[in-house]
């Protein structure tokens, strides 16, 4: 069997031990779709390497080597095939385009539910699915050139899309529940947007009671204060602390850049809050958007120099000019 043979077929699986229902077999539906995704990703690198080695792109190590000919070609080495963050990689370098940060949520998911899976997992379980069909059908078109309804089961098929169309109809009321949602603090207003369960990943948070923030007094706007009900619509748990919320929205708004910068190199675009400890300091804001704490010192009183968020309970130095104050006190 081909690639994209296995790819179908471990996809197929996966829907078959869906339609099951029983909770052993909802693990591995996700696991086999997911198994599915990475295959079809296979596919591709195989369509876009040389005639001379039709499994030159998915080797992890390439190595360079004169042909009989003379001319340098790449040779595979070793038997280990690269990793999603190997085909992305290579897939950038070659212009093949998939949702990244799609696929690395439906990777996160499949860990949650592989390590937590408990009685409230199903509906994470139909989430992960639907969001993998995403990807599937998208791929399978742009990038294969293939058409998935003659590809996938015509059995199967209409629970592929069944699953599709209850887990997005059902975003679609969370979604539109936080509309008209109006906080202090702009990255809040867009975090919301990828709002997610703290309890169990899932995206589906319904927004149940709100009342604006315009219509309270200026001055004291405490979450909390604003927003009275909300709930995760997969596990059924109420979301009332709202600094995991936060914490949690901005994470997920906020995905990509901070990846970014711990991998690329860069600043990241929050960090721990010296005050309520959540990863809610939004440096662009210049504040904790969950609890409002603002550094009380910017620059050193002594060099000027900047001064960090861990810097903040020097007496207004940087941590140098307080280990110099701290010597010459001692001497
Ligand atoms: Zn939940
Ligand atoms: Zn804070
Ligand atoms: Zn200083």
Redesign the pocket.
């Given at each position: 069997m081909g690639l994209l043979q296995n790819a179908i077929y471990s996809i197929e699986v996966g829907i078959e031990d869906y339609q099951e229902g029983e909770d052993k077999r909802n693990v591995s539906a996700v696991r086999n779709v997911y198994a599915g995704i990475l295959l079809l990703l296979k596919e591709k690198l195989v369509r876009l390497s040389p005639e001379y080695d039709p499994d030159l792109l998915i080797k992890k190590r390439l190595i360079p080597q004169k042909n009989k000919a003379g001319d340098v070609e790449f040779i595979g080495a070793g038997k280990t095939t690269v990793n999603l963050k190997e085909i992305e990689v290579r897939f950038k370098n070659l212009g093949v385009s998939v949702d990244w940060s799609r696929l690395y949520e439906i990777s996160r998911l499949r860990n949650e539910l592989e390590h937590y899976y408990t009685d409230k997992s199903p509906g994470l379980v139909r989430e992960t699915l639907a969001k993998s069909f995403l990807i599937i059908r998208d791929f399978l078109t742009n990038e294969l050139d293939e058409s998935p309804v003659s590809i996938i089961d015509r059995d199967l098929w209409p629970a592929f899309l069944e699953i599709e169309e209850v887990f997005f109809a059902e975003e679609k009321v969370c979604k539109e529940s936080f509309k008209g949602f109006n906080w202090k603090y702009e990255t809040i207003n867009q975090a919301v947007k990828h709002a997610k369960?703290y309890?169990?990943e899932?995206s589906l948070v319904q927004l149940i009671e709100h009342e604006p923030y315009d219509d309270k007094p200026a001055g004291k706007p405490l979450f909390k204060e604003f927003l009275t009900k909300m709930q995760?619509n997969?596990?059924g748990?109420p979301i009332d602390y709202w600094p995991d919320f936060f914490e949690k929205c901005v994470e997920e708004l906020l995905y990509t850049d901070s990846y970014i910068a711990a991998t690329e190199g860069g600043i990241p675009p929050y960090d721990s809050c010296p005050e309520c400890g959540k990863n809610t300091f939004i440096f662009e804001e210049g504040c904790c958007v969950a609890c409002d704490y603002k550094p009380e010192h910017e620059g050193c009183a002594r060099c000027s120099n900047h001064i960090g968020l861990d810097e903040q309970d020097l007496n207004g130095l940087c941590s140098y000019c307080a280990n110099l104050a701290e010597k010459i006190r001692r001497e």
């Open positions: 369960c309890f169990c899932s995760c997969s596990c748990e």
